[in-house]
């Protein structure tokens, strides 16, 4: 009896040593954990168009890619309903809260907009503004009924002022514009998003996702550098293609100019959605060549919150 006592306490420390070099073989290899932070995408950096919602595996301190993580700094609690640090390209997440959450994202619907209206109309084309352009509830450009104004410029109060009549007025010119929206959407995967309009008012089926408006923004930067010109530009005035009727524009974005790694952002608010705010940060703090790009969606300040968020990147990685 005591002999088979000893074999069957041999099997037993066997089968736990076993069972813990499994369960530190995994950790490593990345079983599915929860953290708001600090993730790395399974498969690197991905191209853009082949995106999809990323399996995540913890990026540990044993690796000697930079950036590291700082586990003296303390995890960071947004009140936004999601938001999301995102390297540019895709290729790591530094921050996720309910990143592939439904939510309405209000004025950031013109981030879409602005693609189709890049990829479908010449910026000398001059649209008539129609009389339901300037009836549109919301943040106004100041446009005039049968206003003859291009397309650009109509597209720089869109996102300078985020302005709902502007973007209602470039997509009244084409009847399929909000069907290329959606089209556009599904060509980027975007699984999370659809859209109902072109300026992101409160509607139930006008919807996406921090994820999914990361993906949108970082495909517009990187397809349509032009598009920074008018997302960095604080002040600008245009004019109605006639030349007789002036727009005075002012970027919604309060941090352009206020935090020195804010290079271009979108921003977003109504009564359902919350503040939203959509940015491209970058700088000495990260490194020479880290871009990221940052999302907060259903904020009480979407701007403070994405100050902090900024900081505690900053705080939270070894960069250098």
Known sequence: MDGNKKFYLKISLI?????????????????????????????????????????????????????????????????????????????????????????????????????????????????????????????????????????RSLFSIMLIDSSNDAAVALADKNPDFISLMNKKAKELGLLNTHFTNPDGLDEENNYSSALDVFKIFSYLINTHSEIFEILKTKNMIVYSSDGNIEHRLKNTNELLGRVSEVVAGKTGYTGEAGGSLALLISGMSFGDKNEIITIVLGSPDRFLESEKLIQWLKEAYIWN
């Open 15 to 151: 089968f736990t040593v076993i069972f813990f070099v499994w369960i530190f073989g995994s950790a490593k290899n990345g079983l599915p954990i929860q953290n708001n932070s600090d993730y790395k995408l399974k498969d690197g950096p991905a191209a853009l168009m082949n995106f999809v919602p990323p399996t995540f595996v913890v990026f540990g301190d044993s690796e000697n890619t930079l950036p590291r993580r700082n586990w003296s700094a303390p995890a960071l609690e947004l009140g936004a309903e999601a938001a999301l640090a995102m390297r540019a390209d895709g290729g790591r997440v530094y921050y996720n809260k309910n990143m592939e959450i439904r939510r309405p994202v209000a004025s950031l619907t013109k981030l879409m907009t602005a693609i189709v209206v890049l990829e479908n109309y010449q910026p000398t084309m001059v649209i008539k503004v129609p009389l339901s352009a300037v009836k549109r509830e919301g943040s106004k450009g100041d446009l005039r009924p049968s206003e003859e104004i291009t397309v």
